[in-house]
């Protein structure tokens, strides 16, 4: 470190925040905020200077100085940028750009940008210990057919990319199931990549949750030179589950495998070497959801509570200490790795602020503790509030009648719900929910509080949309068809996606059963699929990240669903346009 230079600050964010906040190394001062001007993604830091990503559809990347705060440098990049890393020499910045489903190499020096598209919604990146290759965490499965297939495997990959020529070189299929990976690490020796996620029991009814009979939550291991996948362990007890695990981390040295659990709010702590050795020469099992599985940890891991709400990331620092940020509850965890008998402290950044009717239900719909068990929340199955990509059996209409999980985005907006139309509103949704899927009670207070963090969703606006130029945001009284919801800054139409809206208005006649400003009539309609059920009409808001499509999901693609899946015309009259129109009209529903 070089003359006048200051300790690296450990950096930690927060949602709903336009700042970020520095720990002093030693950890002997609070956490003290840095103003930015949007709202960071992530973050990654070296040599005094520190790298943060924005939160936007034009997203930015930061450069900032940490003692003064100045911005010094910035470089647009794409659409949600996040989960920022550093090559070995500081040249480089690699940068998950989620809803352009790609990942960028950032030269710092000249600001040229390359992209290698991956699998579908990147949120997190590891990096090898000499730098090259990047391992990447993409949060949904591809979509693929799952009626045309008698086993159908859905199911997330994480992707391998070489640095040098910024080439994909893999995409590492995880178990059937597998969804929302939301962190990954490399083992400090570079031989094993750790990844968490959920491996949803899709492909059987929901008829209870015992032994996680819904939705495991998993650790997968992969051999970082062959790209082989050494197992997928459950983190959860026999009888207690460890829903939602999001960060992942190795502790100095590699002799413990740190993991967050965003619905059970505590920290694993896994005797790696001991793990490692209980899965030597052990394949990979074919059937995850045996009940002998759940017992893998058993001995090895230590689950510690932590004193704070929805923890995420988790950063190792002064060797022993992990710090994890508690992302619903604006605080911080310390936890001692090296004496296990000492509870947590939490560290709160500033004064505790009240949380809003909607602040509280964001916890609550986060929060397995709610769940029979703690098997599950209800971020489960729709990450983010939206969908998991997977078709689910739900008994609401009885047996064999698997579909398309649904967007909860507009749910409060656009009764009645369910594909079926079953629960008259939102807060019947959740209630039934809660008692049918978490096998639980909801009380009024919980689910009236989801019910408005539901309502206070705002969309993300469509990867389609030109972000050079931003439309002045809508108010309540001044709703139009491209923005529904009030305060969101959004790009234009392109040329494409203008002559799209015309059709979509006009001839095309899309506009009778999805109206602004819902994109929905509410109605149940037969869709012309042949089984002459009706279902209801879903709001196209966001379409462009909730495929597959229709309700059974036999739509891959929106040029699918308004095409081969529409030969009765039931759904626009599509026949007709040319191929030109085709592409217009398909621009116009990618900016939604």
């Known amino acids: 470190m070089g003359s006048g230079a200051v300790p690296e600050p450990v950096p930690l964010v927060w949602n709903g925040e336009s ?3 520095l720990m002093n190394p030693e950890l002997e001062t609070p956490p003290r905020p840095l103003p930015l001007p949007a709202k960071p993604s992530g973050v990654t830091y070296r040599d005094n200077t520190v790298y943060v990503t924005t939160e936007e559809p034009a997203g930015r990347v930061l450069v900032v100085d940490p003692r003064s705060g100045a911005v010094r440098r910035v470089y647009p990049v794409g659409h949600t940028p996040m989960a920022p890393v550093l090559s070995p020499d500081g040249r480089d910045l690699y940068l998950a750009l989620r809803f352009d489903n790609a990942v960028a190499s950032l030269e710092l020096e000249t600001g040229v940008l390359r992209r290698a598209e991956v699998v579908r919604q990147p949120v997190a990146l590891a990096l090898s210990p000499e730098g090259g290759r990047l391992f990447v965490a993409n949060l949904l499965p591809e979509v693929r057919p799952a009626l045309d297939d008698e086993n159908p495997t859905i ?16 995409n590492i299929e995880l178990p059937n199931g597998s969804h929302s990976l939301r962190g990954i690490a490399v083992s400090p020796d570079g031989a094993q990549v750790a990844v968490v996620h959920i491996l949803a029991n899709y492909t059987r009814p929901t008829w209870t949750l015992e032994g996680g009979m819904m939705n495991r939550n998993v650790v997968s291991l992969i051999d970082a030179r062959t790209w082989e996948r050494i197992a997928t362990v459950p983190l959860d007890d026999p009888d207690l589950g460890a829903a ?19 619905g059970t709010h505590e920290l694993s702590i896994i005797d790696y070497p001991a793990l490692l050795a209980r899965l030597r020469g052990r394949s990979p099992p074919d059937r995850l959801f045996d009940t002998a599985e759940l017992e893998l940890m058993q001995g090895i891991r230590r689950r510690v509570e932590l004193p704070v709400k929805g923890p995420r990331s988790v950063v190792v620092a002064r060797g ?3 710090l994890v940020t508690g992302q619903l509850s604006h605080d911080l965890a310390r936890v001692d790795l090296s004496q296990p008998g000492e509870p947590p402290e939490r560290l709160a950044p500033g004064d505790a602020a009240d949380l809003s009717l909607a602040q509280r239900g964001e916890i609550y719909f986060h929060d397995a503790s709610l769940c029979f068990q703690q098997w599950q929340s209800c971020s489960t199955c729709h990450p983010d509030g939206r969908d998991d990509a997977l078709y689910w059996d739900l008994l609401n209409d009885g047996v064999g009648n698997t579909k398309d999980t649904k967007s909860l ?12 139309g079953v629960r008259p509103n939102a807060g019947a949704a959740i209630r039934a929910g809660i008692h049918h899927i978490q096998f639980a009670e909801p009380t009024d207070e919980v689910a009236t509080a989801i019910e408005a963090f539901l309502d206070a969703l705002p ?12 439309e002045v945001p809508k108010t309540d009284e001044a709703s139009c068809a491209k923005c529904h919801f009030p305060g969101v800054p959004r790009g234009v139409l392109s040329g ?11 001839r095309a006649g899309c506009v009778r059963c999805h109206p602004h400003p819902n994109f929905t009539n509410g109605r149940q309609v037969n869709p012309g699929l042949g089984s002459g059920v009706k279902y209801d009409v879903p709001s196209l808001v966001e379409v462009w990240r909730t495929a597959p499509y229709l309700h059974s999901g036999e739509a891959l693609t929106l040029r699918e669903a308004i095409t081969d899946h529409n030969l009765l015309q039931r759904r626009g009259q599509t026949g007709d346009l040319t191929e030109a129109e085709l592409s217009d009209l398909l621009a116009y529903l990618r900016s939604l």
């Open 244 to 262: 939602n695990p999001w960060g992942v981390a190795f502790s100095e040295g590699g002799a413990q495998l740190l993991v967050t659990h965003a």
């Open 155 to 170: 199911a997330a990959e994480v992707s391998v990319i070489d640095t040098a020529t910024w080439r994909v070189l893999r």
């Open 320 to 322: 022993s200490i992990a």
């Open 496 to 506: 494409a996606a203008r002559r799209g809206k015309t059709l979509f208005e006009g």
């Open 19 to 21: 700042r970020l906040w």
């Open 409 to 420: 985005l507009m749910a409060t907006r656009t009764p009645p719900v369910m594909w079926r």
């Open 459 to 470: 969309e993300v606006p469509g990867p389609a949309l030109d972000f050079h130029e931003l």
